[in-house]
C-alpha cells in the first residue's frame, strides 16, 4: 500500500510543479509585443505591455503568480496580505505545533526570480469597474487626513479575481462578537492565545467550580475537516502539554464538537467517518451530532436539536467557529453589477473566465464552475446533431452524441449511471433491436429534461487548495501562451459559434484528501476509493505537506517545528 500510496502522492506533487492542463478561451488579446521581438530596434518605442491584475496572495493567486512566466505581461497585485499562507497547517499553528511564521511566505520572495514585470500593493479591492476596466482598491495601511484608508485605483486588461472566500456564519446571531474564526494567520494566533487565557483564568482564585469547568470548555462548531483537525490539535495540545503545566485543572477540562448532520467527516468514506468518530470518542471529545447552533453569547452557545426541535444551552470559555466558507461583500457587489446577484458564488465558464464579463477570470474559493452552461453547451450538442431540426435523434446518433458530451464533460458520466437517466438510456437500449432500432427516434427535450433534473445534482468542486492550485496553474499556463494557441487554437470546437476554442477547459485532478486526527493518527482517502488510517498515513501527511510547501525555507523551518514538538512539547506563553 506504502508504494502505491507514496506513488500517487509523488504524482500528485509532480503535478503541482508541472502543470497538467493547457488552457482555455482567452479572447482578444491587446498590446502584445510580438514574442522575439523585445526592443530589439531602438528606434521603435517599447510597446505597451499587457496589464494583468492579480487581486489575492492565497493558494489560486499564488499558484497563478508562480506559473506566470510570459515577459510581455506587467503584472500588478493588490491582496491585504503580503504573504502566501499555507493553510492546511493553520490547525497545527493554533496551538504552537507549527510556528505562524513557519508557514508564511513573502509574496515578494516568491515572485522575485520573475522574468517579469510584477508589482505588489498591500491593499484591498473594494470595488471592479468592469466598464473602464478598473479595480478600485484602499490601503490597509496609509491613511489620509481625515482618517480613512489611502485610496486608489489599478487599470487591468486582464483582471484575475483570486480573493478566496470568508467564513459562513449563516447569519446565526452573535457568531462575529464571541466566536473565533479559522480562515487566516491571524486567527490561529488568536486561537493560540485565547487558550492559554482560558487555563490562566481558570487559575485564578475565586471561581466557583462551576466557572472552572465553563472557562475550560471549548467548543468547536462544524464537523468538516478543519473542525475535525482543530479539534484533534487541541485535544493533543491539552492532553501532552497543558494538563502537565496546569496538573490542577485536567479533571475541568472538555472539548465539544458540534455538528449540523448526522455523522462529522461526511464528506469522507464512511471508513474514516467511523474510525474518526470512535476515535474521538476514546479520547473524550464529544461528538455532538444533529443540532444546529441558534445562537452565541459570551459564555454561551445556544442549540436547536434537528429532530425534536429542543433547544439546550452549553456553557463554553471558548468558541471556534468552523462551518464552511461565504462569499465575500465585494465579490457580492461584483456579481450584483455583472447581472449575477441570484447566485450564491460568482459563476465562470470552463475557462475560468467570469460569465458576462469580458478579460475577467475567477479562480480558487472566490467563484464557481456554473454548470447551467454546461447545460447549456449540452443543448448546443444535440441542436448541431439534429440535422433535420425535428427535435428527435435516430437512436444509432443517440451514442454518438453522449459520447462527444461525456468526452467533454466528465462529470456527465456519473448522470448517466443516476436512476432516473439509467431507466431512460435502458427503454431505449431495449428498443434497439433489428428493424425496431432503425425507427426509433429519440425525444432530445425529453432528455434533456432527464438530465436536467439530476443537473441540480452535479457537484461543483470543492473549496479546497488543492483546486485553487490546479486552477492557478492552468490560467497561468493559458496566459503564457496565448499568441501560440491563438494561431493553433487546441481546444474543442465551439458549439454556440464557429471554429475551436483556444484552448482546452479546466479540468480537476482530485488527488485525494487528508484528515489528521490527532495523536499521530490521520486517514486519507485517495482516488480510486483508497482509504488509509493510522500512524502510516500521518506520516504520509507529513511528508506530502512538507513537499508541497511553497518554498526551501518554510520546508525547513515546519519540519524543525515538527522536530522541536517532538522533543520539547509545545509552548504555551501567553505572547
Ligand atoms: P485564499 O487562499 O483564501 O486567498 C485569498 C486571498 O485574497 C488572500 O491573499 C487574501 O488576503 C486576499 N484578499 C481577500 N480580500 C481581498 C480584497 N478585498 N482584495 C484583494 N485581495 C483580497 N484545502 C486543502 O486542499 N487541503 C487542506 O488541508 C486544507 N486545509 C485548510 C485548513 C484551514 C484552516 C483553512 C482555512 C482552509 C483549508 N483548506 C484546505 C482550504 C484552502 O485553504 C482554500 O480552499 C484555499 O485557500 C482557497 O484558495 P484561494 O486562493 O481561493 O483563497
Known amino acids: 500500500f506504502y508504494q502505491k500510496a507514496s506513488t500517487a502522492f509523488r504524482d500528485h506533487h509532480k503535478l503541482l510543479a508541472v502543470c497538467t492542463i493547457s488552457g482555455g478561451g482567452l479572447v482578444a488579446y491587446a498590446d502584445v509585443r510580438p514574442f522575439g521581438s523585445a526592443y530589439a530596434d531602438a528606434a521603435q518605442p517599447p510597446l505597451k505591455k499587457t496589464k494583468v491584475v492579480v487581486l489575492g496572495t492565497g493558494w489560486a493567486g499564488t499558484s497563478f503568480l508562480k506559473n506566470l512566466n510570459d515577459p510581455s505581461l506587467d503584472v500588478q497585485i493588490v491582496s491585504p496580505c503580503n504573504y502566501f499562507a499555507f493553510t492546511p497547517l493553520l490547525p497545527s499553528v493554533t496551538v504552537g505545533t507549527v510556528e505562524a511564521r513557519s508557514v508564511v511566505e513573502p509574496i515578494r520572495n516568491i515572485v522575485k526570480k520573475k522574468n517579469l514585470d510584477v ?86 482564585p475565586n471561581l466557583s467550580e462551576e466557572d472552572k469547568k465553563r472557562v475550560l470548555h471549548f467548543v468547536v462548531v462544524g464537523g468538516g475537516p478543519t473542525g475535525v483537525e482543530f479539534a484533534a490539535e487541541l485535544h493533543d495540545f491539552l492532553h501532552e502539554d497543558l494538563t502537565k503545566l496546569y496538573p490542577d485543572l485536567r479533571k475541568y477540562i472538555t472539548v465539544t464538537l458540534l455538528e449540523a448532520s448526522d455523522h462529522i467527516l461526511n464528506m469522507f468514506d464512511k471508513r474514516i467517518t467511523d474510525f474518526a468518530e470512535a476515535k474521538f470518542k476514546r479520547d473524550g471529545i464529544q461528538v455532538k451530532t444533529g443540532s444546529m447552533v441558534v445562537k452565541v453569547t459570551d459564555k454561551a452557545i445556544s442549540l436547536k436539536e434537528r429532530l425534536t426541535g429542543e433547544t439546550k444551552t452549553l456553557p463554553f470559555g471558548m468558541v471556534v467557529w468552523s462551518t464552511g466558507i461565504g462569499t465575500r461583500p465585494v465579490i457580492m457587489d461584483f456579481m450584483k453589477q455583472i447581472g449575477q446577484g441570484h447566485r450564491r458564488v460568482m459563476a465562470t465558464d470552463e475557462w475560468l473566465r467570469v460569465e458576462g464579463v469580458p478579460n475577467v477570470y475567477a479562480l480558487g474559493d472566490c467563484a464557481t464552475i456554473n454548470q447551467r452552461s454546461v447545460m447549456e453547451d449540452i443543448s448546443a450538442i444535440f441542436s448541431k446533431a439534429d440535422k433535420n431540426k425535428t427535435g428527435k435523434l435516430n437512436v444509432e446518433d443517440f451514442s454518438e452524441v453522449i459520447n462527444d458530451i461525456v468526452e467533454r464533460y466528465p462529470q456527465v458520466e456519473l448522470h448517466l449511471k443516476s436512476q432516473k437517466l439509467k431507466n431512460f438510456v435502458q427503454l431505449l437500449q431495449s428498443k434497439q433491436d433489428g428493424a425496431a432500432k432503425k425507427a426509433t427516434l429519440l425525444d432530445i427535450e425529453k432528455f434533456k429534461s432527464a438530465l436536467s433534473e439530476v443537473d441540480s445534482k452535479m457537484k461543483s468542486l470543492p473549496p479546497t487548495a488543492q483546486v485553487a492550485a490546479q486552477q492557478g496553474e492552468y490560467l497561468a499556463k493559458c496566459f503564457n501562451r496565448m499568441k501560440e494557441c491563438g494561431e493553433n487554437p487546441e481546444g474543442p470546437l465551439r458549439f454556440r459559434d464557429s471554429g475551436r476554442h483556444r484552448f482546452k477547459p479546466f479540468r480537476y485532478k482530485h488527488l485525494g484528501q487528508f484528515a489528521p486526527l490527532g495523536s499521530d493518527q490521520a486517514a486519507a482517502q485517495l482516488p480510486g476509493d483508497w482509504v488509509s488510517i493510522g500512524q502510516s498515513t500521518q506520516w504520509l501527511w507529513y511528508s506530502v505537506y512538507a513537499s508541497k510547501l511553497v518554498s526551501w525555507r518554510t520546508r525547513f523551518l515546519v519540519i524543525g517545528d515538527w522536530g522541536r514538538r517532538y522533543i520539547f512539547g509545545r509552548d504555551s506563553s501567553r505572547i
Do not use: W
Open 119 to 204: 508589482s505588489f500593493k498591500e491593499a484591498e479591492c473594494f470595488k471592479i469597474d468592469t466598464a473602464n476596466q478598473k479595480v478600485h482598491c484602499k490601503s490597509t495601511q496609509n491613511t489620509n487626513i481625515r482618517g480613512n484608508a489611502e485610496e486608489f485605483t489599478v487599470d487591468y486588461d486582464y483582471l484575475v479575481i483570486a480573493m478566496g472566500a470568508r467564513a459562513n456564519t449563516f447569519n446565526t446571531p452573535g457568531v462575529v462578537e464571541n466566536a473565533h474564526f479559522l480562515k487566516e494567520v491571524e486567527d490561529a494566533l488568536r486561537i493560540r492565545r485565547s487558550i492559554i487565557d482560558c487555563f490562566e483564568r481558570a487559575s485564578l
